[in-house]
């Protein structure tokens, strides 16, 4: 499966975003997607993730009441939709799969990335 990340920008602080992952592959629907980021001198941390049905989702502490992820499967498309947003949010964010259900934190476990969008919140 092939992933393509968009929707990142300079946004301020307390500004809303939705970030999009589409996928090819006529599977997708049976993948879990998960959304990570990464900032400047920093690892690669989990943000989020979306079992391939939908029916589940799990955050980050760090995000969690501030982040929805969602799927469109008809549009083979996953969606980060982030609400007030830190400073300490700016980073890379990449979304990613796994062909196996359940989802799980760990940047290892994911087989398929995308390339990653920038993302900029400014105080």
């Known amino acids: 499966v092939q992933l393509q990340a968009s929707g990142g920008g300079l946004v301020q602080a307390g500004d809303s975003l939705r970030l999009s992952c589409a996928a090819s592959g006529r599977t997708f629907s049976t993948y879990t997607m998960g959304w990570f980021r990464q900032a400047p001198g920093k690892e690669r941390e989990f943000v989020g993730g979306i079992t391939g049905s939908g029916g589940s989702t799990y955050y980050a502490d760090s995000v969690k009441g501030r982040f929805t992820i969602s799927r469109d499967s008809a549009k083979n498309t996953v969606y980060l939709q982030m609400n007030s947003l830190k400073p300490e949010d700016t980073a890379v964010y990449y979304c990613?799969?796994?062909?196996?259900?359940?989802?799980?934190?760990?940047?290892?476990?994911?087989?398929?990335w995308g390339q990653g969008t920038l993302v900029t919140v400014s105080s």
């Open positions: 990613a799969a796994r062909p196996y259900t359940g989802v799980v934190t760990t940047v290892r476990s994911y087989a398929y």
